[in-house]
């Protein structure tokens, strides 16, 4: 067991708390007391109270930076126009930050927000879920903050959607005008349906342009 002791207390030095937790876990589970040398019981609680203590520091940490989080969010929604955001907040976004803020693209506060909840989840991952309360001031904040963000992502679906429906009934006339041409067409007038076909396609092409390249 002292080889896999050694590599609970390198994966102390080296902060990879899980490891060693679990490493430790092993020897405890393998080691019998009873017939345990001394300075390896003794190295073995030594480990154990170093993680534990490790453990609290980081549980204390995560706090803080959880914290921080927080107030940035509320900071973020306070400063966005329109947002919902809550009374404390509302003092933490200064002029300064406003003026930051607003000169964010939508890409940009996008990304914040992303990077805001990734950070989050990091600390859930390190030392465990905080407190569900504070999570849900984090979560309603950039929830406020992402407001610009949802409205521009459903304003471009909405453009999306009527650039496709126009296109659909600028087809469906062309197609109109190619099918009357065909049925139409007298040999009296052999070049009509021709020009009707030529002003048709000039329109179609026209109004096609006006929709932009096709996604």
Partial sequence: QADELARAEAALDAGQLADAQRLLGEIEAALRP??????????LQAAQARLAQLRGWQHWAGSRARDELVLQAEALAAATVGGDAPAEANAAADDAVAAEVARLSIRQRADLIHTLRQR?????????????????????????AGAPVAAHIAAQRATREANLAARQALLETL????????????????????????????????????????E
């Fill in 34 to 43: 009873a017939d345990a040398p001394a300075p390896l019981q003794t190295r």
């Fill in 120 to 144: 989050w989840k990091d600390i859930d991952d390190l030392g465990g879920p905080g407190a569900q309360a504070l999570w849900r001031r984090f979560d309603a904040a950039l929830a406020a």
């Fill in 175 to 214: 197609e109109a005008v190619d099918v009357a041409t065909d049925a139409d067409a007298a040999p009296a007038q052999p070049h009509d349906p021709a020009r009707r076909l030529a002003a048709a396609l000039d329109h179609f092409r026209t109004e096609w342009r006006k929709h932009g390249p096709v």
